[in-house]
């Protein structure tokens, strides 16, 4: 089952604040967040194992709640370089890091 | 380090041509290898992953197969390419659970 994310589409001026949230209808062991630039390959972010967990990466983090079965992509500050296609990966179970990819976000910076 | 190195980066074939694309993995041993595609647009579909040599894993039936003859080593074919098949082949790679994806840089495949 592929998770939703929400928004589809952000637009944000430097230095904005934004969330792009990420929901699965199963049970979740872990979720990855990815950034992909127009026409390359995703850049991994980070991944959350525990629920509850918050990871961060300079002016990104991310939580995830298990519970809920939902995680959320916070980044501050936003730099044109944030700029991209974000998403949402679930891993139902621990066995063999089968990841299902959410819709994605795309997200637009500008000056 | 781990590189992925994934080839080629471009392609444009016929209805109803075979397909071979190539993917290995340099720096690692064991690593669970992915194949994914991507519709313009749209998001990632997983074709295939292994956790082995030998071992392929198939999760949506299509046109496509893979093998893995090698440990690091990931092959996506087709004996006849159907123009639904075009698309952004994105072979990725992981050591283990609890560790995220490496992309190889991707074919960009045109069914013509």
């Known amino acids: 089952q592929q998770p939703v994310q929400s928004p589809q589409a952000v637009i944000l001026r430097e230095g904005e604040d934004a969330v792009i949230n990420c929901s699965s209808s199963?049970?979740?062991?872990?979720v990855h967040w990815y950034r992909q630039k127009h026409g390359e390959a995703p850049i991994f972010l980070m991944i959350?194992?525990?629920?509850?967990e918050q990871k961060g990466h300079d002016k990104i983090s991310a939580s995830f709640n298990e519970k809920k079965q939902q995680s959320s992509l916070y980044l501050t500050a936003s730099q044109l370089s944030y700029s991209g296609t974000y998403f949402c990966?679930?891993?139902?179970?621990?066995?063999?890091?089968?990841?299902?990819f959410g819709t994605g976000t795309k997200l637009q910076v500008i000056p | 380090s781990q590189t992925i190195h994934q080839w080629p980066a471009t392609l444009v074939q016929p209805v109803g041509s075979p397909l071979s694309l190539e993917c290995t993995v340099e720096g690692t041993s064991n690593p669970n290898l992915y194949w994914y595609r991507q519709a313009a647009g749209r998001g990632l579909q997983l074709l295939f992953y292994s956790v082995g040599i030998g071992q392929i894993s198939s999760e949506v039936p299509q046109n496509l197969s893979a093998s893995r003859p090698q440990d690091r080593q990931f092959i996506l074919s087709s004996k006849k390419l159907l123009l639904s098949d075009s698309g952004f082949y994105l072979c990725?790679?992981?050591?283990?659970?609890?560790?995220?994806?490496?992309f190889g840089s991707g074919t960009r495949l045109t069914v013509v």
């Open positions: 990966g679930t891993e139902n179970s621990g066995g063999y890091q089968k990841v299902t």
């Open positions: 959350l194992l525990k629920g509850g």
């Open positions: 199963k049970a979740l062991y872990s």
């Open positions: 990725a790679w992981s050591p283990r659970a609890g560790h995220g994806y490496t």
